[in-house]
């Protein structure tokens, strides 16, 4: 643990003993999953398996404790895919699908968006000056929220496009997306004062404002 290695839940317990017999009899009891890695899930995201569709059957990808973006299969639960990470994931973002190119966009606790590609991850780095709050997609744009009242937009290459300041708390963000009436991709953000604000690109079209903040918001 002293050298940064991730200890199995049996493996700290038998540390925890003083007795040299009872650590003995703790480890031969429980030897057949002494190794076994048990790991909290920290955020999750899903990722369609073929061409983004309605109907299309989508992959579970989970964020979690050890520092890992996990790829689920869907119908039997089985992982397919693993990828380590520098830091905990706390946001997850999806791009594509799995049978084509596909981006996993990954906001992490040390302050750091990380991305990958075809499930290895590349060495492009976004850093960011405060913690995030939120983030979303909006087309090629990484949309991110931060805890100084800020939005920036960034390109999948890391690129800062532009940024928008708004007078309270960012609690959350959502997309409003209109494909039928008209093609229209916009941002939600829900503010600690109660407002609800759409943005398109940097403009903003329209601002709801609620008796209390707006926790979580679906379009």
């Keep these: 643990r002293d050298q940064g290695l991730n200890l199995s839940p ?11 017999k ?23 995201s899903q990722l369609p398996t073929a061409f983004e569709a309605e109907k299309t059957v989508s992959m579970l990808v989970l964020g979690t404790e050890s520092k890992e973006v996990i790829i689920v299969e869907p119908k039997k639960f089985k992982i397919d895919k693993q990828i380590a990470l520098p830091s905990v994931p706390v946001n997850i973002v999806t791009k594509g699908s799995l049978s084509g190119e596909y981006r996993i966009i990954v906001a992490c606790r040390d302050a750091t968006i990380y991305t990958i590609k075809n499930g290895k991850l590349t060495g492009r780095m976004i850093e960011l000056e405060t913690q995030l709050v939120d983030m979303r997609l909006v087309e090629k744009d990484i949309l991110v929220a931060t805890m100084d009242q800020c939005i920036h937009c960034y390109s999948f290459k890391g690129k800062k496009n532009y940024s928008i300041y708004v007078p309270a708390a960012i609690t959350n963000l959502a997309l409003m997306k209109l494909a039928k009436t008209r093609n229209f991709s916009g941002l939600l953000v829900g503010l600690a004062n109660g407002e609800v604000r759409l943005y398109n690109k940097r ?12 926790s979580g918001m679906v379009f």
Excluded: H
């Design 10 to 20: 049996n493996a700290v317990d038998v540390l925890s003993f003083e007795d040299t």
């Design 22 to 44: 009872r650590m003995e009899i703790f480890a031969d009891c429980c030897k057949e999953t002494f190794d076994a890695q048990t790991t909290t899930a920290t955020c999750m």
């Design 203 to 214: 403009d903003l079209v329209d601002t709801l404002t609620c008796k209390t903040p707006v």
